[in-house]
C-alpha cells in the first residue's frame, strides 16, 4: 500500500509543469516603477524647476540639495510575512486539489496572494510621512497620514498574472 502510495505521489511530482508560473504586483504604467521607488526608496536631486514648483504649488521652500523617499519594503515585508509560510501551505493544498496542475493551482490561490499582499501594503506598518509630504497631502485634499495610501492607485492596480 505505501509502495503504491509513493508511486502515485512520484508521478503526481513528475507531472508538476515547471514552465507555469505566478506574478503579483503592477504590469502597466507607471505603477511598477512607483512601486519600486517605494520598496526602495529613492534621492531625487533638487534642481532650481522643483524649487519653483514646490514653492509655488505648495509655498514649500526647498533648502536641501535632494528629498529622500525613503524605503517602504512592502514586497519583502509579503514575502517574509506571507510567502514562505502561508503561501506554501496554500500552494500545497492548491495542487493537492488541482491533482498536481501547478497551472490551475496557481490560478486558485492567485486572488488570495493578491488580496494578502494588499493587506500588508495598506496596514501602515512603514515609516511615517514627512511633515512635507503631510503638509502636501492636506493642500491636495489627500486625507490621512498612512503611507503607501494617499490615492489607493497602487492598492487598485496590484494584480497577479498567471503564466505557462
Given at each position: 500500500?505505501?509502495?503504491?502510495?509513493l508511486?502515485?505521489l512520484?508521478?503526481?511530482?513528475?507531472g508538476?509543469?515547471?514552465?507555469?508560473?505566478?506574478?503579483i504586483?503592477w504590469?502597466?504604467?507607471?505603477?511598477?516603477?512607483?512601486?519600486?521607488?517605494?520598496?526602495?526608496g529613492?534621492?531625487i536631486?533638487v534642481?532650481?524647476?522643483?524649487r519653483?514648483?514646490?514653492g509655488?504649488?505648495y509655498g514649500?521652500?526647498l533648502?536641501?540639495n535632494?528629498?529622500?523617499?525613503?524605503?517602504?519594503?512592502h514586497?519583502?515585508?509579503?514575502i517574509?510575512?506571507?510567502a514562505?509560510?502561508?503561501?506554501?501551505?496554500?500552494?500545497?493544498?492548491?495542487?493537492?486539489?488541482a491533482n498536481?496542475?501547478?497551472?490551475?493551482?496557481f490560478n486558485?490561490?492567485?486572488?488570495k496572494w493578491e488580496n494578502?499582499?494588499?493587506?500588508?501594503?495598506?496596514?501602515g506598518?512603514?515609516?511615517e510621512?514627512?511633515?512635507?509630504t503631510l503638509?502636501?497631502?492636506k493642500?491636495?485634499?489627500?486625507?490621512?497620514?498612512?503611507p503607501l495610501v494617499?490615492t489607493?492607485?497602487?492598492q487598485?492596480s496590484?494584480?497577479?498574472?498567471?503564466?505557462d
Amino acid at each position: 500500500m505505501a509502495l503504491g502510495i509513493l508511486s502515485n505521489l512520484e508521478n503526481a511530482i513528475n507531472g508538476i509543469d515547471d514552465k507555469s508560473s505566478i506574478e503579483i504586483g503592477w504590469f502597466d504604467g507607471d505603477m511598477p516603477m512607483i512601486a519600486d521607488v517605494q520598496e526602495y526608496g529613492a534621492m531625487i536631486p533638487v534642481t532650481s524647476k522643483s524649487r519653483a514648483f514646490f514653492g509655488g504649488r505648495y509655498g514649500i521652500h526647498l533648502t536641501t540639495n535632494s528629498l529622500v523617499i525613503p524605503p517602504r519594503p512592502h514586497r519583502q515585508r509579503t514575502i517574509n510575512e506571507k510567502a514562505e509560510t502561508q503561501w506554501a501551505n496554500d500552494l500545497s493544498k492548491a495542487l493537492k486539489n488541482a491533482n498536481y496542475s501547478l497551472l490551475t493551482a496557481f490560478n486558485e490561490v492567485g486572488e488570495k496572494w493578491e488580496n494578502d499582499y494588499r493587506e500588508v501594503l495598506t496596514d501602515g506598518q512603514y515609516q511615517e510621512l514627512s511633515p512635507m509630504t503631510l503638509d502636501i497631502r492636506k493642500q491636495d485634499g489627500i486625507g490621512g497620514d498612512t503611507p503607501l495610501v494617499a490615492t489607493g492607485k497602487m492598492q487598485a492596480s496590484l494584480t497577479y498574472k498567471v503564466g505557462d
